[in-house]
């Protein structure tokens, strides 16, 4: 069974420290660049692979999508992600999170995403091609998938 270094207390917590960083290269480059990608959100269903604490996921929901599901290895960030969510007036019928592997995504119920995305965690991931034969299965015919 995969298990997640993001679930060691102190590795977790300096995470945080590391990504509340204003100038870290999540917030100067990665999200900009992801965000600016991004379709029109109104009214779709996505996918954030790696979701970590959620960030993605809020952004995702004040751009208007109507549903956002997060996978993510560390259940402690799954945690901080639904806190996050829940802080921000989300509820169980705008989001749900799923502790997986990416390489397990077939196993999650939903379908049909318009939107995955995944930043910053396709490298944790042996095979690429499974991988997105697995993303392609869950994906709308005219769906997009944007990563990093």
Do not use: W
Request: proline fraction near 4%; glycine fraction near 6%; hydrophobic fraction near 40%.
């Amino acid at each position: 069974m995969k298990t997640s270094i993001y679930d060691t207390p102190i590795f977790f917590e300096r995470y945080q420290q590391l990504r509340q960083n204003p100038i870290s290269l999540n917030e100067v480059v990665e999200k900009p660049t992801m965000f600016s990608l991004l379709p029109d959100l109104n009214g779709k269903k996505v996918l954030d692979l790696g979701c970590g604490t959620g960030v993605h996921l809020q952004h995702y929901l004040a751009c208007g999508a109507k549903k956002v599901v997060g996978l993510d290895l560390s259940a402690l960030m799954l945690k901080q992600a639904e806190s996050n969510l829940i802080a921000q007036g989300y509820t169980a019928e705008h989001f749900r999170l799923h502790c997986l592997p990416m390489e397990q995504l077939d196993q999650i119920p939903e379908q049909d995403f318009d939107l995955i995305t995944s930043s910053f965690a396709f490298h944790y991931v042996a095979d690429f091609a499974d991988l997105v034969a697995k993303i392609s299965a869950k994906l709308t015919a005219c769906g997009t998938l944007i990563f990093s």
